[in-house]
């Protein structure tokens, strides 16, 4: 267990629909990150977080949105969804305090796999 | 071409064997993740390093900063290691680049 908590598991919703996707980081992790996994791209970066503020952006679409709240946990907005964007998408979290990403262990949480029919 | 290239993409051992997967990135980077992603899809971080070697058990792994090359080595291999090998290469960008990761599978 890693300590960072995803709501929910599993969603099914139609095209054009919004959803919300929840994140919940380890205790005491500032930063917040957002990935996607589907079977044709792999994972990529989406966005991150870093206590509250955008602190870097990957390939997220316009139709994507998230924020993170004082108290650090973190939501993703899809809207209008499209067939193209079901996948699985993890949040992961780390201390925040060594710069970003690239230098810190993240910790994943289990994922929320998203289907669009 | 991606910026990171992981072979093989597939690998298939018998338990016991000595198992080497490798990362090339073309990017410049400040650390070099190795994640290991089981079949229910949960992702743990196994390795972050910049320079030399890391050991965790019966895992190793090792870094060329000039050669823009790393490796991640399983030692005496075993059926529960069988997942998805994936490495990530951490940029000055805060963000992540990943490879499409290796699918390895180890047969009792």
């Known amino acids: 267990d890693s300590g960072v908590t995803q709501t929910p598991k599993h969603l099914i919703t139609a095209t054009g629909q919004r959803v919300t996707l929840r994140c919940s980081p380890r205790s005491g992790d500032l930063s917040v990150y957002w990935y996607q996994q589907s079977l044709d791209q792999g994972l990529q970066f989406l966005i991150q977080y870093y206590n509250g503020e955008e602190r870097a952006k990957g390939n997220i679409l316009e139709r994507f949105s998230a924020q993170q709240f004082p108290d650090l946990h973190s939501e993703l907005n899809l809207s209008s969804l499209e067939l193209g964007d079901s996948a699985l998408y993890f949040c992961?979290?780390?201390?925040?305090?060594?710069?970003?990403?690239?230098?810190?262990?993240?910790?994943f949480g289990p994922g929320t796999r998203l289907l669009v029919l | 071409k991606n910026e990171v290239e992981q072979s093989p993409q597939n690998l298939t051992a018998q338990e016991g064997e000595f198992i080497t997967i490798n990362c090339s990135y073309s990017v410049g980077i400040s650390a070099l993740h190795w994640l290991q992603q089981h079949p229910g899809g949960g992702i743990v971080s196994l390795f972050m390093l910049s320079s030399g070697k890391k050991k965790h058990g019966r895992l190793i792994a090792t870094i060329n900063i000039q050669e823009k090359h790393s490796s991640l080595h399983i030692t005496a291999s075993h059926p529960r290691d069988s997942a998805v090998y994936i490495c990530?290469?951490?940029?000055?960008?805060?963000?992540?680049?990943f490879g499409k990761g290796t699918l390895l599978t180890v047969n009792p």
């Open positions: 992961a979290s780390s201390g925040g305090l060594a710069g970003g990403a690239h230098q810190e262990t993240q910790y």
């Open positions: 990530a290469a951490g940029g000055s960008n805060y963000k992540l680049t």
